[in-house]
């Protein structure tokens, strides 16, 4: 997880070609040792045979579904998933035999049906049989409804669009709604004759009927988990292109989209021949879909349905006259991520919710991966540096998982899709991929994919592919760090350098952001994986096991002892070190400048270390450095600026500093974009503009007023990729006319993708009357269901405690307008920008009244404050001792 209408009812040439069942892994999920379930283990689906009739106007459907199984003991009943639905009608029918009726029991609180036959059911196969209604949601929970405006009339008009993962498959049909219980279905629905209907199949048969109705037929789907299956209904077009032979790619969008297909397609198109061959396997469906959503989740950005990818229209959609660089580059990324779970998820599907990172993490790492591949200039290797980064900044608070973690409930599931999941994943499946080598690396995941395709496994079956490809010892590190919560520390405790040979003496302890003593007392122990570089000389590589090691590396310095950033550890460096590190720093390499960045920061936050030496590193980034390292070094700038907000005059004196870097090089990128710029330099100045504006630099702020005023005379003043940059820097400084002006353009726009980016502005504002204005219509129809949740956040900016005691004062109005995955996550979220130490205990009275297993969130939340009340005066002290010349 991270997302046309057909312009005509024609079936792809391939729409009748089911994936062979001959190439399917056999597999007895009723019979899964060690596996979790919610369900009692004694039948499994083979097959499902669902047809739905939507009522898009009322919100609501009915649907029929048969489910073929097999009982594998003796039981008195079977239980399936369900939730949310009515079944009005149940019969079972045994192989060969007469149809009978069963009673159904439902649990609302299990999300489960339970139909128990007359008699007790005997091992063998048999067909379930169900009739049922159900209800359309507002919000991106099973079949749920988006309202935008027509691109071309402006008129409000409705889209269908299904959302399963976590386990909400059981909205839509009476279902074994958990991963490892894999079946193929057959889905049909009878819909509007206008419009198009889309699945993970292409449309095997089109019927008209009477009323203006259609039914449509897709074909048999592969094997595959219940989360990944889709339907989607609207008023839409459908841009093609062949990805491979037998292969169509297709983006789906609402009618008028036009050209701003264009580019996600032509991206589409290429990544299913590259992942077909990296992983050696096959696109197996004759049919890849992204399917653009007008509309916005506070809990995912895009979900990986097979064949039927379901995207975000704003991260999907290329619209020139509001795409900024940056979403052009997530239009990339996003997909990537999707594609590569088509493989590594949809193909080969984790046993068990537990696993969840095998879907997830290694998405994450080869969305990178191929857009290293195909966009190299891009730069995309240094963002894992700010994705590890993201990941230790919740791996090193108490509250932290392992990735691996245990899981059992539903709200547990909902939680695990965390930066744990995601970039911790990624960032140690980067290190072993480093250790074993990319070829020997990429034949374990080959073999993989060939002995588990259509099947389901756990974190081990990885281990023991990638270790006999030929990866001795990978395993014991693997598990380490995948079964272990936290972050190691290597500590450079001696350096001695005699005729050009450095000995590093190093030890591995743990690091921690709200532990530090406990865990120096008692730390965890690692198998780490090292890479250590003097220079330009070559790196070292090494195993730190028991704790101490000691390296020799050739060359005196400047030493990193994490070169290329690819170890999952914070790096201590001795004070004599960090000063040749400084000097250096003009010339490492930019992943090393990250990361060494990053590391220190912490380090200093988390008192490991002054604040001096984090400072004088970021510091020594010069003007001219890669635009990605500049772009995350200017970024810590400002978000150092923000923090000295109660004394204007080391603000000042600050912002001087960072100009004198910074500004030249935003004067020579220029306010205007280039045509045929590279990407990363668009984006660049795209940073540097808001930066400036958000520490009032005047030059920056006059330039965005006087662009706002142009749209005076002209609407289409703005339309560019700076569009949302200069409208961020007017709506953070708004008047009250300014505000109104923004909301009316909100309310006149015929994009999506514009009206939810407008109305989010109005609760950006510094006034708080403004943002207070914000929160007031977030509660109205006017904004959209899944509008108002984005105001209610960009209120939370600059107004944390306002805006968590408004959602406190509301919170059921509130909790319509989030995911039901999401809801204590929400909440608990508005509050995380308070300095405010009155916000803790106001939290602690929210856990109280959330379920134990959804706590989690909360908790995150209460340390990350409790933790910034200790050190944020601390900051502020060592911030303005640095700026005097102080505190080294």
Known sequence: MRTISFVSAFA????????????????????????????????????????????AKALTFTGTSSVDLEVTEATPALTLHALDLKITSATLTPAGGAAMPVTVTMDEKRQTATFTATAPLAPGKYRLDTSYSGIINTQA???????????????EVRGLFTQFEAPDARRFAPMFDEPIYKATFDLSATVPATQMAVSNMPIAKEEPLAGGLKRVTFG????????????????????TKEAMPGV??????????????????????????????????PYPLPKIDNIAAPGQSQFFSAMENWGAILTFERILLNDPAITSAAARQNIVTTQAHEVAHQWFGNLVTMAWWEDLWLNEGFASWMETKATAHFHPDWFPLLERVNGRDAAMG????????PIVQEIKTVDETNQAFDAITYQKGEAVISMLEAFAGENVWRDGLRAYMRDHKFGNTRSKDLWQAIEKAGAPGLTAIATDFTTKPGIPLVKVTGMTCKKGVATLNLEQSEFSVDRKDEVAAKPQQWKVPLIVSAGAGEPVRTILDGGKATVTVNGCGPIVINAGQLGYYRSLYSPKMLESLKKAMPTLQPVDQMGLIADNLALSSSGYQPYGPAFDLLAAI????????????????VGAWRVLDKDPAAQKKLYGKVASTYKPRLMALGFEPKAGEPLRDSDLRSTLIAGFGTMGDADVVAEARRRFAMLASNPKALDGPLKTTWLNIVARNATKADWE???????????????????????????????????????????????????????????????YDFALANREKIESLVDAQSRVTFIAGLGSQSNDPAMIEKLKAFKATVPAEASRPVDRVIGVLTEKARTRPLFVKGLTDWQNGKGK
């Open 248 to 281: 169509q790619a297709g983006i789906v969008a609402p009618k008028g989209s036009g050209e701003q297909a264009r580019f996600a397609l032509d991206e589409l198109a290429p990544l299913i021949p590259y992942y077909s061959e990296y992983f050696g396997q």
């Open 394 to 401: 919740l791996d090193g608070f108490k509250t932290t998982h």
């Open 12 to 55: 792809l040439a391939v729409a009748t070609a089911a994936v062979p069942a001959t190439a399917q892994a056999p597999l007895n999920p009723s019979a899964a040792a060690g596996v979790h379930t919610d369900l009692p283990r004694v039948a499994h689906p083979s097959h499902y045979t669902i047809s739905i009739t939507p009522d």
């Open 622 to 637: 010069p003007g001219n450095a890669n635009p990605v390292v500049l772009a995350n070094a200017f970024g810590d700038f």
């Open 141 to 155: 929970n099973g079949l749920f409804a988006l309202d935008y405006p027509d691109k071309v009339t402006g008129k």
């Open 220 to 239: 048999t789907s592969p094997k595959m988990s219940s989360y990944l299956l889709f339907f989607g209904l609207g008023d839409w077009e459908r841009m």
């Open 741 to 803: 002006a923004i909301k009316g353009m909100a309310a006149a726009s015929n994009s999506a993708v514009e009206r939810q980016f407008l109305y989010t502005l109005l609760g950006r504002p510094a006034d708080a009357a403004l943002a207070k204005a914000a929160r007031e219509l977030a509660l109205t129809d006017a904004p959209g269901k899944t509008t108002s949740a984005a105001m209610i956040v960009a209120s939370a900016g600059l107004h944390p405690d306002e805006t």
